[in-house]
């Protein structure tokens, strides 16, 4: 089965490296000023003429409370009133992109996240969302994917009401940990009352597809609490879960200084914490879809990796891959064709540019033919977990194992392990070797010896 997952302690302290999630490759450590408004003109002409599908991610930064473990681009802040002058230059930006695309590119597939998207008022959302409709083929019979994160503090059933009103019919779930002591050690303090009700008034409006984030790892976690917080999430039932390793990097992320590194789990109960929560997730059914991702059989993620159609990028995994990308807001990234692009991530930055009548794109990095190549193979590994040479070799006019050479003694140290299968005509990522699939990865990445690996998170 897809989903079967051998659990082997030495292999994983041996590959628990420090690297990339590969929602993109190269990835957004690479992008650089180099690239700009008129690289992504060019880009966005391309995809007119070719006719493309769109995904749009909308970013909204704004949160009324500081969780500490948070790494997101946001903004905290009680003045609800601080969202108009950006929400006025985010539909400056949603006009000044919209322009050069042709109305008949559908948008399949449409997320907010943040911050907290519900920090805005009903009226700023419903703002927003007619500006989107005016400007892009939004789809009106629901066939599209949809969706918004939630912050349960921050919804009731009205605010629930509105956004299946407004055409969303995916959530994704913010809870992290139901432990008390942890919550507090985090200043994320969330019932599960207040999660269920949200829940519940999903599944009453009919909404298609619920999400629910979940962090290992976390300050005064043990496996035995987690394991609480697990079992309550099986009995909500969501379609879908993410179970993220909490990557504690308090030079990088000022709010992360808040955390009493002392009260971290250690790596072996960090383990241990994984290890039982996966054991809970299959036992109820789950599929481990990869990196952190798990889902019913039924579920389009799971379907779509049986059917070897399932892809990644930006958005996570996704049904979707197919689409031109569209990052709107601050920090948000595009990935048009070949090009990646960003926009500034300072939030004064990007409003002053986009007041002057400008794109507020500050970086990026236009895909050469190794990139795409590497990506193809990248893509394959971390959805499918196998690779199969002569596709590769067919699309891209060249012979695998001479092009990859250097890299075979990687690669056979990993068959040895117990990682991988490894012959002349593929690669499969053995049942031991999937949850380390970025340490599989990582051996075709030919710009991470150039990083500092202290900017990523590690594997497991």
Same mark, same amino acid.
């Given at each position: 089965?897809?989903?079967?997952?051998?659990?082997?302690?030495? +292999?994983?302290? !041996?590959?628990? +490296?420090?690297?990339?999630?590969?929602?993109?490759?190269?990835?957004?450590?690479?992008?650089?000023?180099?690239?700009?408004? @008129?690289?992504?003109?060019?880009?966005? !002409?391309?995809?007119?003429?070719?006719?493309?599908?769109?995904?749009?991610?909308?970013?909204?930064?704004?949160?009324?409370? =500081?969780?500490?473990?948070?790494?997101?681009?946001?903004? =905290?802040?009680?003045?609800?009133?601080?969202?108009?002058?950006?929400?006025?230059?985010?539909?400056?930006?949603?006009?000044?992109?919209?322009?050069?695309?042709?109305?008949?590119?559908?948008?399949?597939?449409?997320?907010?996240?943040?911050?907290?998207?519900?920090?805005?008022?009903?009226?700023?959302?419903?703002? +927003?969302?007619?500006?989107?409709?005016?400007?892009?083929?939004?789809?009106?019979?629901?066939?599209?994917?949809?969706?918004?994160?939630?912050?349960?503090?921050?919804?009731?059933?009205?605010?629930?009401?509105?956004?299946?009103?407004?055409?969303?019919?995916?959530?994704?779930?913010?809870?992290?940990?139901?432990?008390?002591?942890?919550?507090?050690? *985090?200043?994320?303090?969330?019932?599960?009352?207040?999660?269920?009700?949200?829940?519940?008034?999903?599944?009453? /409006?009919?909404?298609?597809?619920?999400?629910?984030?979940?962090?290992?790892?976390?300050?005064?976690?043990?496996?035995?609490?987690?394991?609480?917080?697990?079992?309550?999430?099986?009995?909500?039932?969501?379609?879908? /879960?993410?179970? @993220?390793?909490?990557?504690? $990097?308090?030079?990088? @992320?000022?709010?992360?200084?808040?955390?009493?590194?002392?009260?971290?789990?250690?790596?072996?109960?960090?383990?241990?914490?994984?290890?039982?929560?996966?054991?809970?997730?299959?036992?109820?059914?789950?599929?481990?879809?990869?990196?952190?991702?798990?889902? $019913?059989?039924?579920?389009?993620?799971?379907?779509?990796?049986?059917?070897?159609?399932?892809?990644?990028?930006?958005?996570?995994?996704?049904?979707?891959?197919?689409?031109?990308?569209?990052? $709107?807001?601050?920090?948000?990234?595009?990935? =048009?064709?070949?090009?990646?692009?960003?926009?500034?991530?300072?939030?004064?930055?990007?409003?002053?540019?986009?007041?002057?009548?400008? $794109?507020?794109?500050?970086?990026?990095?236009?895909?050469?033919?190794?990139?795409?190549?590497?990506?193809? *193979?990248?893509?394959?590994?971390?959805?499918? @977990?196998?690779?199969?040479?002569?596709?590769?070799?067919?699309?891209?006019?060249?012979?695998?194992?001479?092009?990859?050479?250097?890299?075979?003694?990687?690669?056979?140290?990993?068959?040895?392990?117990?990682?991988?299968? /490894?012959?002349?005509?593929?690669?499969?990522?053995?049942?031991?070797?999937?949850?380390?699939? !970025?340490?599989?990865?990582?051996?075709?990445?030919?710009?991470?010896?150039?990083?500092?690996?202290? !900017?990523?998170?590690?594997?497991?």
């Amino acid at each position: 089965m897809l989903d079967a997952i051998r659990w082997d302690t030495d +292999l994983i302290r !041996r590959y628990d +490296l420090a690297g990339p999630r590969y929602t993109s490759y190269p990835t957004a450590v690479q992008f650089d000023g180099q690239v700009g408004t @008129f690289d992504l003109f060019h880009a966005l !002409r391309d995809s007119r003429k070719a006719l493309r599908p769109l995904s749009l991610y909308v970013h909204v930064p704004f949160c009324a409370n =500081i969780c500490y473990y948070c790494a997101c681009n946001k903004v =905290i802040t009680k003045d609800r009133g601080r969202a108009q002058s950006y929400l006025q230059r985010l539909e400056q930006e949603i006009q000044l992109i919209a322009c050069h695309l042709d109305p008949a590119q559908k948008v399949e597939q449409l997320h907010f996240g943040g911050g907290t998207p519900t920090f805005l008022s009903h009226d700023e959302l419903r703002q +927003l969302m007619a500006q989107l409709r005016k400007s892009f083929n939004l789809l009106d019979d629901d066939s599209g994917d949809y969706g918004i994160e939630i912050d349960p503090r921050e919804a009731d059933w009205s605010t629930m009401g509105l956004l299946r009103e407004l055409g969303f019919n995916r959530v994704s779930i913010g809870l992290q940990d139901l432990d008390p002591a942890v919550q507090r050690a *985090v200043n994320r303090l969330q019932s599960l009352e207040e999660t269920r009700a949200v829940i519940d008034a999903s599944r009453t /409006l009919q909404f298609r597809s619920i999400n629910i984030d979940l962090i290992y790892g976390l300050p005064r976690q043990t496996p035995e609490n987690f394991a609480r917080t697990v079992d309550e999430v099986i009995n909500l039932q969501p379609d879908r /879960l993410s179970v @993220f390793n909490y990557a504690h $990097l308090p030079e990088r @992320f000022m709010p992360q200084r808040r955390i009493n590194s002392d009260e971290l789990p250690t790596p072996a109960q960090k383990l241990e914490i994984l290890q039982g929560t996966i054991e809970q997730l299959t036992q109820a059914g789950y599929r481990y879809i990869g990196m952190d991702h798990f889902a $019913l059989p039924d579920d389009e993620l799971a379907i779509a990796q049986e059917e070897s159609t399932l892809q990644r990028n930006f958005q996570g995994y996704t049904t979707h891959g197919h689409c031109d990308l569209i990052g $709107l807001g601050v920090s948000a990234i595009s990935q =048009i064709g070949d090009l990646y692009c960003q926009n500034s991530s300072d939030l004064n930055q990007y409003q002053n540019t986009l007041a002057s009548a400008q $794109l507020a794109t500050s970086r990026g990095l236009l895909c050469n033919a190794d990139d795409r190549l590497r990506r193809a *193979v990248i893509q394959q590994l971390i959805c499918h @977990f196998s690779l199969e040479f002569a596709e590769i070799e067919h699309a891209f006019n060249i012979d695998f194992q001479g092009y990859f050479g250097e890299l075979w003694p990687q690669l056979q140290r990993m068959a040895e392990d117990g990682l991988i299968e /490894l012959d002349n005509q593929r690669i499969t990522v053995l049942p031991a070797g999937r949850l380390l699939v !970025r340490s599989v990865c990582m051996v075709f990445d030919a710009y991470l010896e150039q990083h500092n690996r202290q !900017r990523f998170s590690r594997v497991i």
